[in-house]
């Protein structure tokens, strides 16, 4: 049986007489049968970069070191579905580890988050590499001091708007976020739910930190209120507005640029509301106990170099680029903007001509799941209450309407007592209490809202009568 004996693998002969039959079959043997390194990563980033940044690793990974590696992503929902189901994993195995090497996209703060709770592991890239990259732009900083998180891409955020909706039903221009408020615009407005997108809830964060806490949420009250429904990923938004299902969208610069790109920039706009956003770093970092270390640290490597960089922003086709999606975001390095921008698929050097708010990250970070809360229990949870009390408001006449918006813009918590919460949010007990509490609240006043509109609406036309009489005898 060609030549193999039963003898033992070890004697000298039977080794020899295999070696040609091993080279045979090796020869024939797929590739995918062939014994893989592994890398695990999480990511709420979409189809194309994942597409990318595997295939060019892997053929970095194959040319540096003659080995295969497998990556396997772990699609489990956006960023702060993918904290709740880290922070789980964690705790299920003692804080020991969650069975994934790498945490790849989601802005800035979740990794200070995991940063806080120990579940990251620090890492120093080569000195070609880390030399390179600067500790932040426009004020925002891009790497933990202890080198535990970097930014891997950078992020703003603005609106996508379907030109042809607008001029079409003659929609109100929108050009910053409280635009978005005005009443015109009711069902013609998208959002993700921020609970399910770290990208949108970063968007609500820098309302309320740009506006103030009272301005800030008069506004987010006021275009949820206009809000179509809430989704559960931050892309599905942009896809409403391409299809015309809406007229305007909140979202990260890549999902706006992604389908003002495809569906062309004479259907489509995606603008970054002027000094009204900010520049934000899009983390990677190393899990703690991630099962393929030295394959984590490659890759993070990678993702940091040129070479990775360059990923982000050379169109598909061209040298360095992609292959098969144009990604469209924005490099952490500054030496990619030079030249002729115009080449790049984003045309603007965000360490000469970004605006950006003074944005807290600390602050932000030691909030957001309060923020999170807050936001589900009186916004979206009982988004039916509240879309019913906004559209009842603006049936009355101007000058109706201020007492009952004035109730409907407060916040539901002051910034202080927010604060205060977030001290001890992680009481499973008293969270599930405040969380109720907020939601009984706000279904209180919506419905106390839609009420008293309905009543204010009937009393108005009561006491017109001559009008009313007249109108019905002016076709007889």
Not at 228 to 241: D, I, N, Y
Not at 405 to 418: C, H, R, V, Y
């Amino acid at each position: 049986m060609l030549g193999i004996s039963a003898r033992r693998v070890g004697h000298s002969s039977v080794t020899l007489a295999a070696l040609p039959i091993v080279t045979f079959l090796l020869q024939f043997t797929p590739l995918s049968l062939i014994a893989l390194d592994e890398l695990i990563i999480v990511s709420p980033h979409w189809e194309g970069i994942q597409y990318e940044f595997g295939l060019a690793f892997e053929e970095h990974y194959r040319s540096k070191t003659g080995r295969r590696v497998k990556i396997r992503w772990r699609n489990i929902g956006g960023t702060s579905t993918i904290q709740k189901a880290l922070n789980a994993e964690f705790d299920q195995t003692g804080g020991r580890t969650a069975g994934i090497d790498v945490f790849f996209g989601g802005g800035m703060d979740p990794f200070e988050a995991q940063l806080k709770l120990g579940q990251l592991v620090a890492h120093t890239p080569p000195e070609h590499i880390f030399s390179a990259l600067p500790a932040e732009v426009a004020g925002a900083s891009l790497r933990d001091p202890d080198n535990h998180y970097f930014a891997a891409a950078l992020s703003s955020f603005g609106i996508l708007e379907n030109k042809r909706v607008v001029e079409k039903l003659g929609l109100p221009p929108v050009n910053t976020w409280k635009d978005l408020a005005r009443p015109e615009l009711f069902s013609w407005v998208s959002s993700a739910d921020p609970r399910k997108s770290g990208s949108v809830h970063m968007i609500y964060e820098i309302i309320l930190q740009f506006y103030g806490w009272e301005k800030g949420w008069e506004i987010i009250l006021g275009f949820s209120g206009n809000v179509r429904s809430f989704l559960q990923t931050s892309s599905a938004p942009t896809k409403e507005v391409s299809v015309g299902d809406v007229a305007y969208a909140v979202t990260i610069d890549i999902n706006g640029m992604t389908q003002q790109a495809f569906i062309g920039p004479e259907n489509l706009r995606f603008f970054i509301p002027r000094g009204v956003s900010v520049i934000n770093g899009d983390g990677i970092a190393i899990l703690k106990g991630a099962p393929n270390l030295d394959m984590a640290r490659e890759f993070l490597n990678f993702v940091l170099s040129e070479k990775g960089q360059r990923l982000w922003m050379i169109p598909r086709g061209q040298p360095g680029g992609p292959v098969k999606f144009d990604i469209s975001r924005m490099s952490v390095l500054p030496q990619l903007y030079e030249g002729d921008l115009t080449q790049l698929l984003v045309p603007i050097n965000p360490f000469r001509e970004a605006e950006s708010i003074a944005f807290n990250n600390s602050l932000s970070s030691k909030r957001w799941r309060v923020i999170d809360g807050l936001i589900g229990n009186t916004i979206i949870d009982v988004h039916s209450h509240l879309r019913r009390a906004w559209r009842e408001i603006h049936s009355l006449p101007i000058e109706l309407r201020s007492e009952l918006l004035a109730e409907f813009s407060a916040p539901f918590a002051t910034e202080n007592e927010i604060n205060e919460i977030a001290t001890w949010w992680g009481d499973t007990v008293r969270r599930g209490r405040q969380n109720n509490a907020w939601m009984a609240t706000a279904v209180r006043r919506y419905q106390h809202i839609t009420d008293k509109a309905r009543r204010l609406r009937r009393d108005h036309l009561a006491a017109q009568p001559t009008d009313r009489y007249l109108v019905q005898n002016t076709g007889s």
